[in-house]
């Protein structure tokens, strides 16, 4: 019940129990827990808002359609953010990304080709990042909820339950594919570079320490996640590389 | 009243509870206690009086902690600055600057004034130092209560964070070992009042003929003359170097201790504007000048004994003391506190911050690195960066944040929503490496 929200884990909504009056009432969870309320808010995901141009030049799907360039099929007309999809999205990229830093890569895309500099969208490797209830969180990669083949991970988790990191990896060739942090600070740059590059999930755990950017004085959990990973293989590598900004300007040069 | 804001959340939350009602009263009648001594002029029964009002404020500032921070997660929560008339340039920011206004102008140029709160902080002075209470022994402790009051409650709003908690703990300490307890027990082994973390040019007293005539006979006053000097001309570049300006103002200086703690709750209420700036830049560098042309002056005085200068460098030293010395740093600088923001002085007018801060911007590791593109443009940083900066113009870029005024108190990294600023140290700036 911290920050007064008590949530249902693993649990779907079933049903909403209507009063005599057509009011909500009630709903009943998949877990078949029927819980009284007063209110409902539903919040699964989000999707362009574009009902008021369905009869208008413009072409649609699910959002409006886009060029590499984010011009819409009208020369001259582009569509940006929450509301444009890519009809040729690169690949791994989903065709609508409604995320605060897609949007931002998009309006310097097109400021740049309406500013006299045809400029093509390229979002780069996929990363995202929030903050919810005192926890920030922030995701590198390809972290998927349900894991395709050949995805495999190494996860540690703080016995508060506040901070956790995964890294996920090819379990084929051994690259890594993705970072997805709780409550811990990865830098940008480095798992940007480790993630083009195709690293080695075991040179990135060994060096692990570059891509801390929690502050000064903060725990450093990296010599736990490789214990993770040798409890998980029965191997015994040690961290090498520790927190600190020279070691990253070496290793980015 | 209608809600005209767009938000479904409230615009005007619910800013006390009634238990901090409560703790609001009793630190209030604990600090009435003392504005009664200081109108009355008088101190009857001073112990039970002093301890009484020491207890209520310190009673009621823990209760308002509890209230403000302890029933809810850690976290930092800045909840509602904008909307309380403390914090909020309201009626009782404005009541708050004139009373501390009115208590510096009391203490610098009318002490007879203060006479009660002399009697009423006699017996701790007998206690500590062996002898009687004057104004500035009055001051001191007020400061150092200040400073740890209010720096508990900072303990507490920023217990999520490591960094804030260690360079909380280090002002504390400073200011209690360094700026009270020493300096009196000094004054009780007949030594010299010695406050070892203030150097020239802040302590602008320390570098002059008079400071140096003043010590001699004693080896430790000789001793602090030499470690002062030292301190500026090696220890500040060699310090600075490594870690920045902050070595010395987020975690030792006095004043800079007050305005992380007792100031915290105006931060925000530093100005950010460009012009503000170029204002500063002006100010702080010509009070450097000021105070190395004021010491030099004396101090050739003092080599041709007289005969050039005859009495113009007492009264350059004179006028600087009165306006830089007293109603700049003392008045303005923390009785502006509600009005301008905490850190007024460290940023327009502190010699002492314009050398630390020359070194930190032409030679320093120090910088404010941002994480990749990840800035959300929310504002954050600049609107909690006492300093004045605009932080998220830097983090907006992907820029290096290195700045001569940025005293490395981290709280732009630590209510940063994504984590995106890391105050570190290394030769050259990530952005020119990697360009994004």
Known sequence: MEHGIDLRLNTELKAILPDNQGKCRAVVTSSGETIECGFVGLTAGVRPNIAFLKNTALETNLGILVNEQLETNLPGVYAIGDCAELRNPPAGRKPIEAVWYTGRMMGETVANTICGKPTSYQPGIWFNSAKFLDIEYQVYGEVQARAPEHHSAVYWEHPDGKKSIR?????????????????????????????????PLETVLQNLGLANFDPEFYPQHEEELVAAYNQQTGKNLQLKQKRGLPAVLQFLR | MQD????????????TTGKQKLAVALAGIGILLLLIVWAAGTAIAPVPVFLTALGLTSAGVWVFVQEEYLKYPEGIKNNGVWFRSLTARGIWGWLVGVV??????????????LSGLIQLFDPLSQLLRGTAANQWFVYGTLYTAAVLLMGIKFLYKYRSNPYQRLRTFSVMFFQLGFAFLIPGLLMRLQQPEIYFTYFWPLSYYQGTPMAHQGYAGSDLGTFFFFFGLAMFFIGTPILTYFFGKRWYCSWVCGCGGLAETAGDPFRHLSDKSLKAWKIERWMIYTVFVLVVAMTVLLWINVATNRSVLHGFSQMFYKSYSFLIGSAFSGVVGVGFYPLLGSRVWCRFGCPMAAWLGIWQKTTSKFRITVNGGQCISCGNCSTFCEMGIDVRAYAQKGQDVVRASCVGCGVCSAVCPRGVLRLEGADGAVAQRFPA
Request: proline letters at 5%.
């Open chain 1, 167 to 199: 890294i996920v990896y090819n379990s084929q060739d051994g690259h890594v594919l993705g970072f997805n942090l709780m409550g811990v600070r990865y830098r940008h740059e480095v798992c940007d570079k480790w993630l083009r590059d195709k690293t």
């Open chain 2, 4 to 15: 005209e804001s767009l938000s479904i959340a409230t615009p005007a939350p619910v800013l």
């Open chain 2, 100 to 113: 501390i206004t009115g208590f510096y102008i009391c203490l610098y140029w009318w002490p007879q004034y």
